[in-house]
């Protein structure tokens, strides 16, 4: 249940006065006017938008055992009604084999229309009908289809209902419904289109769920100035559940946090039974595995990453890369040395305990109504990028030290990108053009590489999921120089 800000109020009082006894809290004190009624206030609607969010989850999950008539009523209440789909239209042409003697009226005297054809039964026994939306005539001077061997007019029709299965296709009108004097028969050259369906039960009530969460901008507001006000923090953008972004697992708002990785050191120690081959780490997200140590045949041995081990991160959980990710150490039986039977293994690890404090500040913070998983923090993935080129000099500078300075460069330039921006050669080209202008005359265009490091192929743009940005490294610049 949502917190109300006098909740939020006493809650902050008592943590202040449990850390500091003495501190002054009174209305009109300093911490009181600055900080813990201000707070609250914002706290308190950031709790309420977050539980709408766990309890429209369920609503949308829950919406075919809803009654229409149920769901339409939920809509009326905000506002919001269900879209009935649209009506498929084409043209319908009357056709008579024997010239008119004199000119023949198909429609209702206002002009309108109102002559109804329709399509042969299907297998079900129903057929779809239409009709037509404008009066016409078939003159004596009617235009003869010489392939069809008849005097031919043709009138705009509308679908008599919804739906798409009214988007039919050439030669499928062939029916009319009541007789016309003069004309024989009737036939769709084109098809008839634009015909949707009725939105369905889900649907709306998603739709329903974007109107109530139209505040949800409040939502990753709320949780970015939390995480920006973090030490090391530079970028954070945050997703939440009912996103038309990469991330679609509703009940769920992830924070994207892009910084400085602290690499914390730690150690764990697991017992290797014969039995078992993967252990959980017990700090997370895992960024590197430094050592292993394990007694093998009686002695102390170092196990190899990628021949005795290797470090195993599910990316396809929606976990991955936060505190409360699947992050393993597999041993690779039989592959290399493997521990003896009910011996201990020392793993020294390093993780990134910038995400732990992210985490922890949120669960801090927002204590009262967080349950765990409703709030997620996750790395930003940093996707190192290669790019290989020819560069022309004006005079004869140090190679390496105008490529140090390119690679200087660039790595500001791209690091300053925004989390999930787009980048393109173009992009890249325009920026060593412009800034080393003093030193360069030339650069081979298109790049001979522009790539993802763990791609095969190069290509123009490269492309990144919401919670990746593009970075580079000292291996990422292959220039030659002229």
């Given at each position: 249940?949502?917190?109300?800000?006098?909740?939020?109020?006493?809650?902050?009082?008592?943590?202040?006065?449990?850390?500091?006894?003495?501190?002054?809290?009174?209305?009109?004190?300093?911490?009181?006017?600055?900080?813990?009624?201000?707070?609250?206030?914002?706290?308190?609607?950031?709790?309420?938008?977050?539980?709408?969010?766990?309890?429209?989850?369920?609503?949308?999950?829950?919406?075919?055992?809803?009654?229409?008539?149920?769901?339409?009523?939920?809509?009326?209440?905000?506002?919001?009604?269900?879209?009935?789909?649209?009506?498929?239209?084409?043209?319908?042409?009357?056709?008579?084999?024997?010239?008119?003697?004199?000119?023949?009226?198909?429609?209702?005297?206002?002009?309108?229309?109102?002559?109804?054809?329709?399509?042969?039964?299907?297998?079900?026994?129903?057929?779809?009908?239409?009709?037509?939306?404008?009066?016409?005539?078939?003159?004596?001077?009617?235009?003869?289809?010489?392939?069809?061997?008849?005097?031919?007019?043709?009138?705009?029709?509308?679908?008599?209902?919804?739906?798409?299965?009214?988007?039919?296709?050439?030669?499928?009108?062939?029916?009319?419904?009541?007789?016309?004097?003069?004309?024989?028969?009737?036939?769709?050259?084109?098809?008839?289109?634009?015909?949707?369906?009725?939105?369905?039960?889900?649907?709306?009530?998603?739709?329903?769920?974007?109107?109530?969460?139209?505040?949800?901008?409040?939502?990753?507001?709320?949780?970015?100035?939390?995480?920006l006000n973090i030490d090391g923090v530079q970028e954070v953008k945050t997703l939440?559940?009912?996103?038309?972004?990469?991330?679609?697992?509703?009940?769920?708002?992830?924070?994207?946090?892009?910084?400085?990785?602290?690499?914390?050191?730690?150690?764990?120690?697991?017992?290797?039974?014969?039995?078992?081959?993967?252990?959980?780490?017990?700090?997370k997200p895992v960024t590197r595995i430094i050592s292993v140590k394990a007694i093998?045949?009686?002695?102390?041995?170092?196990?190899?990453?990628?021949?005795?081990?290797?470090?195993?991160?599910?990316?396809?959980?929606?976990?991955?890369?936060?505190?409360?990710?699947?992050?393993?150490?597999?041993?690779?039986?039989?592959?290399?040395?493997?521990?003896?039977?009910?011996?201990?293994?020392?793993?020294?690890?390093?993780?990134?305990?910038?995400?732990?404090?992210?985490?922890?500040?949120?669960?801090?913070?927002?204590?009262?109504?967080?349950?765990?998983?409703?709030?997620?923090?996750?790395?930003?993935?940093?996707?190192?990028?290669?790019?290989?080129?020819?560069?022309?000099?004006?005079?004869?500078?140090?190679?390496?030290?105008?490529?140090?300075?390119?690679?200087?460069?660039?790595?500001?330039?791209?690091?300053?990108?925004?989390?999930?921006?787009?980048?393109?050669?173009?992009?890249?080209?325009?920026?060593?053009?412009?800034?080393?202008?003093?030193?360069?005359?030339?650069?081979?265009?298109?790049?001979?590489?522009?790539?993802?490091?763990?791609?095969?192929?190069?290509?123009?743009?490269?492309?990144?999921?919401?919670?990746?940005?593009?970075?580079?490294?000292?291996?990422?610049?292959?220039?030659?120089?002229?």
């Amino acid at each position: 249940m949502a917190l109300t800000a006098e909740q939020v109020k006493n809650n902050l009082i008592n943590q202040i006065l449990y850390n500091f006894p003495t501190a002054e809290t009174n209305t009109g004190s300093v911490l009181r006017d600055i900080f813990v009624d201000p707070q609250s206030v914002q706290i308190s609607n950031l709790s309420e938008e977050i539980d709408n969010v766990k309890n429209l989850s369920t609503f949308v999950k829950n919406a075919e055992y809803i009654s229409e008539e149920d769901l339409d009523a939920i809509g009326e209440n905000y506002g919001v009604t269900r879209d009935l789909g649209q009506f498929a239209n084409g043209i319908i042409t009357f056709q008579t084999t024997v010239r008119p003697s004199q000119r023949i009226q198909i429609g209702n005297d206002e002009g309108s229309g109102g002559i109804s054809v329709k399509t042969l039964q299907t297998e079900n026994g129903n057929s779809l009908e239409f009709v037509t939306t404008q009066t016409v005539y078939m003159n004596t001077d009617a235009t003869y289809n010489e392939q069809h061997n008849c005097y031919e007019v043709s009138a705009p029709i509308v679908a008599q209902s919804s739906g798409s299965e009214y988007n039919v296709g050439v030669g499928t009108i062939t029916v009319l419904v009541s007789g016309i004097a003069g004309i024989t028969s009737v036939y769709n050259y084109t098809p008839t289109t634009n015909g949707t369906d009725k939105q369905g039960q889900t649907s709306f009530a998603q739709t329903i769920q974007n109107t109530i969460l139209g505040s949800s901008k409040d939502i990753e507001s709320g949780i970015n100035s939390i995480l920006l006000n973090i030490d090391g923090v530079q970028e954070v953008k945050t997703l939440h559940p009912n996103s038309d972004e990469e991330h679609t697992d509703t009940g769920y708002a992830v924070s994207y946090v892009k910084g400085k990785v602290e690499n914390i050191k730690d150690d764990f120690v697991f017992t290797y039974s014969g039995a078992e081959f993967s252990f959980n780490f017990p700090k997370k997200p895992v960024t590197r595995i430094i050592s292993v140590k394990a007694i093998v045949d009686g002695k102390e041995a170092i196990l190899e990453q990628g021949i005795d081990y290797t470090l195993k991160r599910n990316s396809d959980n929606i976990y991955y890369d936060t505190i409360y990710g699947i992050d393993k150490i597999e041993l690779l039986v039989g592959n290399g040395k493997t521990p003896d039977t009910n011996t201990n293994v020392v793993v020294s690890f390093a993780y990134n305990s910038l995400i732990e404090t992210c985490q922890e500040t949120l669960n801090k913070q927002l204590t009262n109504y967080l349950v765990l998983g409703e709030l997620l923090v996750a790395q930003a993935e940093h996707v190192i990028i290669d790019i290989g080129t020819t560069i022309k000099l004006k005079y004869n500078y140090n190679t390496e030290t105008i490529k140090n300075q390119i690679l200087t460069g660039l790595s500001n330039y791209i690091t300053s990108l925004k989390l999930g921006a787009d980048i393109t050669q173009e992009d890249v080209y325009t920026f060593l053009s412009t800034t080393y202008s003093d030193y360069i005359t030339g650069i081979v265009f298109p790049f001979l590489t522009f790539k993802k490091r763990n791609d095969i192929l190069s290509s123009n743009e490269l492309y990144f999921t919401f919670g990746e940005y593009a970075s580079v490294d000292e291996n990422s610049l292959n220039i030659s120089f002229e």
